[in-house]
Nanobody, 130 residues
Framework: QVTLVESGGGSVQAVGSLRLSCVGS??????????MGWFRHAPGKEREAVAG?????????TYANSVKGRATISQDYAENTLYLQLNSLKPEDTAIYYC????????????????????WGQGTQVTVSS
């Protein structure tokens, strides 16, 4: 069973930055066969994909329109660690951020969405104050 552990959340003022981390372990297959991504869930809203990366398909990435230009998803393959750099933070970015993973070929990332997600972290809270 894949285990994902997020960290890096916290409270920050608007226009500030945060970097979220997600350490993965217990991958049944080689890491490159997984899509990895970030979702968020804000109070009163549906969970939404934030960013995703498809390791098997040459590391193609996708971003939600709400964070495009402000977010960067990246990885440290040696450490099985996924990152999300968020800049120019806005109060509407306030949410619990979840790391997620899915296995190729079921998992895809396209047009700001990540589908075929099978594994989830416990989440890390991000609070942005104005």
């Amino acid at each position: 069973q894949v285990t994902l552990v997020e960290s890096g959340g916290g409270s920050v003022q608007a226009v500030g930055s945060l970097r979220l981390s997600c350490v993965g372990s217990r991958f049944q297959y080689t890491y490159i066969r997984y899509c990895m991504g970030w979702f968020r869930h804000a109070p009163g809203k549906e969970r939404e994909a934030v960013a995703g990366i498809d390791n098997y398909r040459s590391g193609v990435t996708t971003y939600a329109n709400s964070v495009k230009g402000r977010a960067t998803i990246s990885q440290d393959y040696a450490e099985n660690t996924l990152y999300l750099q968020l800049n120019s933070l806005k109060p509407e970015d306030t949410a619990i951020y979840y790391c997620a993973a899915g296995l190729w070929p079921t998992c895809t990332v396209v047009r700001g969405e990540m589908r075929g997600t099978e594994y989830w972290g416990q989440g890390t809270q991000v609070t942005v104050s104005s």
